[in-house]
């Protein structure tokens, strides 16, 4: 199961790296910017990006803290069929 802010901390160390894929069973991969990333046979849920989500954040600290960034994630998550745990 995911945690809210777990997935943060996640988002804040692929910067730079790729994008944050994220499966229905709440498994997660960095992906390479571009890639169609599979696990299985299947694509994932949603992909996440983490310049867009948490590159403003001048630490992580401030990112874990955030009430909208909270929110937008927890929000696009759950969009996406996946359960998460809000922390």
Known sequence: ???T???IRKL???QGYGNLAIW?????????PGSHPTK???AP?????????VA???MLDHA??????????????????????RD
């Not at 229905?24 to 390479?32: I, K, M, P, R």
Request: glycine residues 10%; charged residues 20%.
């Open 40 to 42: 299985g046979g299947q």
């Open 64 to 85: 874990l803290h955030d009430a909208a960034l909270q929110a937008a994630i927890e929000e696009a998550i759950m969009e996406a069929g996946v359960e998460i745990v």
């Open 24 to 32: 229905e069973d709440g498994s997660t991969e960095v992906a390479a």
């Open 1 to 3: 199961m995911l945690h």
């Open 56 to 58: 403003g954040f001048p």
């Open 12 to 14: 804040w160390d692929a």
């Open 45 to 53: 849920a949603l992909v996440l990006k983490p310049l867009a989500l």
């Open 5 to 7: 802010r777990e997935i």
